[in-house]
């Protein structure tokens, strides 16, 4: 005789599955989202933590042919409660090309004799000074062979190693007509 062996249907929850261990997903995520961090903070920035020009770059050939004379230095207060400095002076041409733009590197220098602050930029002319200074690119009004004008090189932030003298203005690069 053989034993028939019924089986009770089941009724209840199907077996658990084992819970997900979350831990790595999450240390895995939070590393990747500290990298990326990491590089927009220290790295991201291409204008403004672009490497200023060597303190030795060449000049170009036609910076000898401009002149640049009656350099003065002012500062203002902003808005914000910081403090503004101005590069002024006058730019002679003296060759024989019509200038349409002229990249200078301005080199403040540390009470050590070395430099505190490279700050390569475009020099702007001055095109009204009533009721404020106003400036403009150089494009908008080149200059003549033989003839000068006034400029001003403003500056948000000067370096608190600066010693305080008048900076260095090496002309590197000239456009010209």
Known sequence: MSEEIQLE???GTPPERPERNWLPVGLAAAIILALVGAFFVFGGHSQTSATPPAVD????????SLELSQIAMSESANLAGGKVTYLDGVIANRGPRTVSAVSVQVLFHSYTHGIAQNEPMALNLIRTRDPYIDTEPLSAAPLAPGAHAEFRLIFDQVSPDWDGAYPEVRILRVGSK
Do not use: E, K, T, V
């Not at 770059?57 to 000898?64: E, T």
């Open 9 to 11: 249907p089941r009724i």
């Open 57 to 64: 770059s060449p000049l170009d050939p036609y910076a000898a």
